[in-house]
T-cell receptor, first 115, second 112 residues
Framework: AQSVTQPDIHITVSEGASLELRCNYS??????LFWYVQSPGQGLQLLLK??????LVQGIKGFEAEFKRSQSSFNLRKPSVHWSDAAEYFC?????????????FGTGTRLQVTL | EAQVTQNPRYLITVTGKKLTVTCSQN?????MSWYRQDPGLGLRQIYY???????DKGDVPEGYKVSRKEKRNFPLILESPSPNQTSLYFC???????????FGPGTRLTVL
């Protein structure tokens, strides 16, 4: 069974600083990987996804993520954080067994941005 | 506007009183899913449906039922709610199994 680990429960960065949120996954085959963002009181919005091909994926709002198979990681990055980026971020891995569909989420990282 | 809608958005009920949370999408998506979100646990999949009349269990299906009689609707049924089902519930849909999932606004359920 697949699993996702987000080791950082809470991160605080200053506005304008760079950001990296960690995500490690466990899955036997090639994974489908996602990052979602949840603003307070809101649903989830997709930031970016990796299915195959280029391991550096660009997303919305200036975010990017890099798939590293050797490290089983899919870390999310942003070069300069804005105050509006304060939210909770979820990494997820999708499993394709041919007969079943499953999306497993990590426990989330809450980002606080200080001015 | 393309969207996933859930009703009700907030619900307070008592143990054992059957309830249904509706989910509807207007994007003609084949795939729909229900999740619950609990602090420190992230989102956990309850049930999913790959098409009409095709449903399957996710990670935490106990105490829940679903049906998919029409493509656009995927209701979540709690036949005998218990306090441990107090949670924030999200419905999601996707045009295909591993495409982007579009989430509804959430339903906050409290079972007393």
């Amino acid at each position: 069974a697949q699993s996702v680990t987000q080791p950082d429960i809470h991160i605080t960065v200053s506005e304008g600083a760079s950001l990296e949120l960690r995500c490690n996954y466990s899955y036997g085959a090639t994974p489908y990987l996602f990052w979602y963002v949840q603003s307070p009181g809101q649903g989830l919005q997709l930031l970016l996804k990796y299915f195959s091909g280029d391991t550096l994926v660009q997303g919305i709002k200036g975010f990017e993520a890099e798939f590293k198979r050797s490290q089983s990681s899919f870390n999310l990055r942003k070069p300069s954080v804005h105050w509006s980026d304060a939210a909770e971020y979820f990494c997820a891995v999708g499993a394709n067994t041919g007969t079943a569909s499953k999306l497993t989420f990590g426990t989330g990282t809450r980002l606080q941005v200080t001015l | 506007e393309a969207q996933v809608t859930q009703n009700p958005r907030y619900l307070i009920t008592v143990t054992g009183k059957k309830l249904t949370v509706t989910c509807s999408q207007n994007m003609n998506h084949e795939y729909m899913s229900w999740y619950r979100q609990d602090p420190g646990l992230g989102l956990r999949q309850i049930y999913y449906s790959m098409n009409v009349e095709v449903t399957d269990k996710g990670d935490v299906p106990e105490g829940y039922k679903v049906s998919r009689k029409e493509k656009r609707n995927f209701p979540l049924i709690l036949e005998s709610p218990s306090p441990n089902q107090t949670s924030l519930y999200f419905c999601a849909s996707s045009p295909r199994t591993f495409g982007e999932q579009f989430f509804g606004p959430g339903t906050r359920l409290t079972v007393l």
